[in-house]
């Protein structure tokens, strides 16, 4: 490296760029830098664009359609890692294990070029026709697509939930697509309506329903497809689909499992048979044993004879009941928990490998036995730590080739035992960092959360080549749509290192430990790219969105820390563990003592303390200081402006103009699936600070759409859901459509969502970068939620200073749609108030807080309780309702730190409110169209993304609908909304209407009220941005569907021990389902069995309540008894009911004696429980136990009397009539009929 820095001292304070390793096999330890990645590859014919900085390689064995090869190189030298070249350093180690069955170019010779380095390929000795990757000539099989399946039902996974993201809508979406492409009819099932795939048009029959056998059944019988593949819906579609052949309903509807079969599927889910499989083909498992009982339990502990132990339950999700037990009373607790998430009470208590390293490879069978490795992916975590929760890399950097082929050639040999005929399979591997040794962990049998970061990683759709192969074709039939020459037997190779990140929520669940073991509890994750690690990690790490613009230059809390708490966070796995990671070394501790510590690989510990030195040498200097290489050279290490500026002491904007002043800007790579060998069609982009740049920008007219970042609670699916269709409208509108997001999991960052998509952070800086190259007509900032709305200003101030013009040559690049400003306006607490004064609109007494006095003398003002809440947030975080000073105080003290930097609003609470939901759409001339109006079920202070809601209202009166449309429309006139708005209101038991919040954007509602109206809001949103009216789209008026739809939340609990499952202003929900009928109760009733809320028949209804709402509880009491059910309550509400002249039995409350409340429900005795939160200590006490307690044994838990009124109304319903299907198509196609018959 060059500069006035770079020499001496400083040198070495400034470490080279490390190579990427892109074959696994580059290193195994930090001493071992100057070993060369294997290479493997069919054939290639590759020039890479810059010269090879040591002109030296090692060529090593090739396998090439079947047959071994060999490479001989222009010299045997070994090729250092460490070399330093003042030349930006380019990839040059190429992962491609085989293009399998296809002939190299001219037969015989292969010619390979990386720069000025050439090698000759020489043909050896056919390998034997029953080798794992025979060519398909061997096989004798004439693969093809079936023409005996006509019509193919699809499972979905329902509702997002913490192990089971939105990457089964990608790969969902992914299915029916190429399921339709291949002339097939598509019925799907799924709960979920914040899903592209429960799009209209995306199957040719949508069923949201609840995903149950009963259900389910009821499709199959309307519907009689020929098949089902059950491999899209992760846990939840494996779990129904055997569910379903189990019951023989398959054989009654001859209907066939296609991508994976039922013994296939036990094979892998079944702890006990996937043990015997391995031990079958000579694979190791861990020491372990299968209980379905907890004496058996008991019994294989003796047997291993010592903690730690590892529990795994069979058929479930997410490691959801599983864990680490330390002792024997750990171990007690998990195994009953585990034995009850179980669905054939099976668990698997094996001997614990922590600090084992953990790997896990793609894998892709076709019908004709042939098999490829998509990609690998290493766990920087060790064993001990849910691989959701674990930051990964790929391809996996620290194995040698022989564990590699290890790994690889097990793989195959496994996915051939179970029996997965054709499809997408995730095998698990842990290896003994010390000699090698490899055990298998577990393999999932369908498309997976790994595999959809595989596909992002690769470019290689997995999920569509799994459905395809579902139906016939072979891997060579299937088109690589990226490089549109090669087929999908070619094994994706990448020259670049991809880091996926999670990230969590353990702030929004008080009482929970933040510690991560097997039992996965992440809600999201970001992923990046780069052509280093270091590069990826830095760039992974500011995509989370935590408050961190990378790893280090920064002030990190953790640097306050004594040695003692930094170690232990060092040794226990938590989210912030980097973080101690990054003070530890920072002050001084040995890379010995964190890889001790951590149990991380000393690989991943020397690339850290290369980021660590690269921090010193800037702490050293000054801006003006650096030279142009200096620059190239941290920025390749992922360091952003940001940081740079924190050690140079400057500003961003200082470091951004110095940077571009030398010229350093970022180039863009391609993601092409085989490391430039052929050119990609498709571009698949992300950043790196390298000579060539592969972007290629045209001068269409185009928008730049910001998507949502990684899922966190309050801000998910929902999100990416309009960003996808804003893409779609704009697309076929003729725009050239520019699609930057960071999260793997999402159909937005599918290839072919969007005509260009950035992999990129969401920051000031990454997105100017964007803008920069491409220069957009448009910039969508509307749909993402909080992340591109945080954005809007700083853009918005980078566009007014630099004034670029759009490629297009039509004037300047804008932001679309609502301003920047106008979107403050609504933010800032003062300026909405002076609006809302303006319009003549009530709200809620209250005002701005700048110290815990203020807050103090507002409550005394407006009178307890009160909501209180930090300015500008989302999902309600860190919001409370108190009802004194005392807890006002505590609030101030604890939940937030007040001061004139960051006010807290305090607002009058207002008991009993219905709240409502708006969401709204105006176009650039003012006119204003109500999209829907949701009723919330359970009474305003409950989130409204945690409260169940339904359209169209059922109890407003039609004066308060007339005031809230109003309302809607003067202010979305006032703010200059141009595209979506959502407002939220409370409607007192008077009947006053006050607003409580309006958000110029699009919110979670959209998807759900879109589906329920039949129109797609958030398309009509984008065009209308794009300067279409509504009277272009013929929107014009309110819909007001004749069915109801009832959107409900589903919520997390049972991932964090120890919370309480009271619902409040703070947002906890994860996801959502949605129930459709022709009447209120039956579409609630199939929106709680789609949430997993098992409504009971007959039985028992505990009820405890406190003394405010006893008198609210008597009717719902009566309801259920008249219905046949058996009521059972505590003192108090035994003695207020028993007035009422409801006959009940009494039970006693936990700390009152035995048998108490807590038995019964363990016995079974408790079908539904209706429990609020009580007056005093013991009471509370005893109602956040009991509630968990319900949690734990699936018992129903209603914590609000709306709630209890409507479960009263669905189980009515329930018992008066079955519950029917229809598809989402027929109730449209029913209401036309309906309303024609009217006219």
Sequence with gaps: ??????????????????????????????????????????????????????????????????????VSAASGDSYSNSRRTSEPVPEVYFYSPGALGQTPPGGKRIKWEIGSVAGEVKEMAPSSPDAPFASWSNLGFNGGKRKDLKKILVLGAGPIVIGQACEFDYSGTQACKALKEEGYEVILINSNPATIMTDPETADRTYITPMTPELVEKVLEKERP?????????????????????????????????????????????????????????????????????????????????????????????????????????????????LSASINSQVLVEKSLLGWKEYELEVMRDLADNVVIICSIENIDSMGVHTGDSITVAPAQTLTDKEYQRLRDQSVAIIREIGVECGGSNVQFAVNPKNGEVMIIEMNPRVSRSSALASKATGFPIAKMAAKLSVGFTLDQIPNDITRKTPASFEPSIDYVVTKIPRFAFEKFPGSQ??????????????????????????????????????????????????????????????????????????????????????????????????????????????SDLSKDDLYEVKRRGFSDKQIAYATKSTELEVRAYRLQHGVKPAYKRVDTCAAEFEANTPYLYSSYDAECESAPTTRKKVLILGGGPN????????????????????????????????????????????????????????????????????????????????????????????????????????????????????????????LNELEIKSPSGGIAKSEDDALAIAKRVGYPVVVRPSYVLGGRAMEIVYNDEKLKTYLETAVEVDPERPVLVDK???????????????????????????????????????????????????ALEKIRDYTTKLARRLGVVGLMNCQYAITLEGEVYIIEANP???????????????????????????????????????????????????????????????????????????????FDKAFAKAQIAANQRLPLTGT????????????????AKGFQDLGFKILCTDGTANYLGKAGIEVERVLKLHEGRPHAADLLANGDIQLMIITSSGDALDQIDGRQLRRLALGYKVPIITTIAGAVATLQAVTGLKGSPVEMMALQDFFVQEKKVVAEAN
């Design 1 to 70: 490296m060059e500069g006035v820095r770079m020499r001496g001292a400083v040198a070495a304070a400034m470490p080279a760029v490390e190579v990427a390793s892109t074959s696994a096999g580059a290193r195994k330890h930090a001493s071992r830098r100057a070993r060369v990645a294997p290479l493997q590859s069919a054939f290639l014919s590759t020039t890479v664009p810059l010269p090879c900085p040591s002109k030296t390689c090692i060529f090593p064995t090739l396998r090439c359609a079947g047959r071994a090869v060999s």
């Design 226 to 338: 020929d098949a089902i593949l059950p491999t899209m819906g992760g846990q939840t579609a494996l779990n129904l689909a055997c569910a379903l052949a189990k019951s023989g309903v398959l054989d009654k509807y001859n209907v066939e499992l296609i991508g994976a079969k039922l013994d296939a599927i036990e094979k892998a889910e079944d702890r006990e048979l996937f043990k015997k499989a391995m031990a079958k083909i000579g694979i190791n498992s861990p020491p372990s044993g299968i209980a379905h009982t907890m004496d058996q339990c008991f019994e294989i502990a003796e047997r291993i004879g010592e903690f730690p132990l590892i529990i795994r339950p069979a058929f479930t999700l997410g490691g959801t009941g599983g864990g680490i037990a330390y002792n024997k009373e750990e171990f007690e607790t998990i195994c009953k928990a585990g």
């Design 514 to 623: 933040p510690i991560l073991t097997t039992q996965m509890k992440s809600v999201g994750e970001a992923m990046a790219m780069g052509r280093t690690f270091q590069e990826s990690f830095q760039k992974a790490m500011r995509s989370l969105e935590t408050g961190h613009s990378g790893w280090g230059c920064e002030k990190v809390k953790e640097l306050e820390w004594d040695w003692d708490k930094i170690k232990y966070n060092l040794r226990v796995p938590n989210p912030e563990r980097m973080y101690s990671l990054y003070a530890a070394m920072k002050r001084g501790m040995t890379q010995d003592e964190i890889c001790d510590l951590t149990l991380i690989d000393p690989w991943f510990i020397s690339q850290l303390g290369e980021l660590l030195e690269t921090e010193n040498f800037l702490e050293s200097v000054k801006l």
């Design 712 to 835: 966190r609670i309050g801000q998910g699916i929902e999100f990416d859901y309009c960003c996808c269709h804003a893409a779609f409208s704009l697309g076929d509108a003729g725009y050239e459509t520019i699609m930057m997001n960071s999260n793997p999991e999402t159909v937005s960052t599918d290839y072919d969502t969007s005509d260009r998509l950035y992999f990129e952070p969401l920051t000031a800086e990454d997105v100017c970068n964007v803008i920069d190259l491409e220069r957009p007509d448009g910039i969508i900032v509307q749909f993402g939620g909080q992340t591109p709305l945080k954005l809007a200003v700083p853009i918005q101030e980078y566009l007014e200073k630099f004034q670029p013009d759009a490629a297009s040559g039509e004037g300047k690049v804008k932001i679309w749609g609502t301003t920047p400003d106008s979107i403050d306006a609504a933010e800032d607490r003062k300026r909405f108030d002076a609006i």
């Design 909 to 959: 609470y207002l008991i009993d409110a219905t709240e409502i939901d708006v969401d709204s759409l105006t176009d650039a001339e003012g006119h204003v169209v109500i999209g829907g109006i949701m009723e919330h079920i359970e009474q305003a202070g409950v989130h409204s993304g945690d409260s169940a809601c339904t359209l169209p209202s059922q109890n407003l009166g039609s004066e």
């Design 1001 to 1079: 954007r699009a919110s979670r509602t959209v998807p759900f009220v879109s589906k329920a109206i039949g129109h797609p809001l958030a398309k009509y949103a984008a065009l209308v941005m794009s300067g279409k009216s509504l009277a272009d789209l013929n929107f014009t008026e309110e819909v007001i569907p004749r069915h109801v739809s009832v959107k409900e939340a589903v919520l997390p609990f049972d991932k964090f021990q120890g919370c309480d499952v009271l619902l409040g202003p703070e947002m906890r929900s994860t996801g959502e389902v949605m129930g459709i009928d022709f009447n």
């Design 1101 to 1116: 209804v505990f009820i405890s309540m406190n003394d405010m709402l006893k008198e609210k509880v008597v009717p719902i």
